[in-house]
């Protein structure tokens, strides 16, 4: 089975733009969650969602949405970026609600805000 | 407070030495804990939960509720452990699906 996949890798962003990060979950999976990995902060949750309803947001501000498809693919999109949104973006599929069941990792996108 | 401790940020052992990589944890209801395990340019990947009460390459962990906490152990460690390792509390059991709360992590570097 092919895992988790995100895309793009890598993305360098100005200060106010916007930017959309892609999933595609392991094929079966449901659950889709993500994490946001900085060096300070270590991995925080931003949100998960299942059967293409949001079922748990993390602590961030409004800026960060998200939102999943039919096929269980997802995307995240943060509004207004702001240079402490720099970091890697990790993507998580599961094949029940996460948590309850094993989350596969994706290789996540790195984000570079200038 | 949920909450996931990992004191050390480096643990650095000679190969054949045993290893221990501490985790505490702060949790009012049912703890689910995780070990996962991220290698060099390599995708973070699970490496055990506790319900599962199973060694993967080595490894065991157990989870003591009275100390809060759940230690990654294995005998004699390999070069090929060398990774970053994370502990990971589910915040499921009181509604928070999706939502793994990590430590810090701790980076084992096994010399040879």
């Known amino acids: 089975k092919a895992g988790v996949t995100q895309t793009p890798r890598y993305l360098i962003k100005t200060r106010g733009q916007q930017v959309t990060l892609s999933c595609s979950p392991i094929?079966?999976?449901?659950?889709v969650s993500w994490y946001q990995q900085t060096p300070g902060q270590g991995l925080q949750f931003l949100f998960e969602?299942?059967?293409?309803?949001?079922?748990n947001k993390g602590n961030f501000p409004g800026r960060f949405s998200g939102r999943q498809f039919s096929n269980s693919r997802s995307e995240m999109n943060v509004s207004t970026l702001e240079l402490g949104d720099s970091a890697l973006y990790l993507c998580?599929?599961?094949?029940?609600?996460?948590?309850?069941?094993?989350?596969?990792f994706g290789n996540g996108t790195r984000l570079t805000v200038t | 407070a949920q909450r996931v401790t990992q004191p050390e940020k480096l643990l650095s052992v000679f190969k054949g030495a045993p290893v221990e990589l501490k985790c505490n944890y702060s949790?009012?209801?049912?703890?689910?804990l995780f070990w996962y395990v991220q290698y060099s340019r390599q995708r973070l990947q699970l490496l055990l939960r506790?319900?599962s009460r199973e060694s993967i390459k080595g490894f065991t962990a157990d989870l003591n509720k009275g100390e809060t906490s759940f230690h990654l152990k294995k005998p004699f460690a390999q070069e090929e452990d060398s990774a970053m390792y994370y502990c990971?509390?589910?915040?499921?059991?009181?509604?928070?699906?999706?939502?793994?709360?990590f430590g810090q992590g701790t980076t084992l570097q096994v010399k040879p």
């Open positions: 990971a509390l589910s915040a499921a059991g009181s509604g928070n699906t999706g939502k793994l709360i």
């Open positions: 969602y299942f059967s293409e309803t949001q079922r």
């Open positions: 094929s079966g999976h449901r659950s």
């Open positions: 998580a599929s599961s094949l029940g609600l996460g948590g309850y069941s094993p989350l596969h």
């Open positions: 506790h319900i």
């Open positions: 949790y009012s209801g049912s703890p689910e």
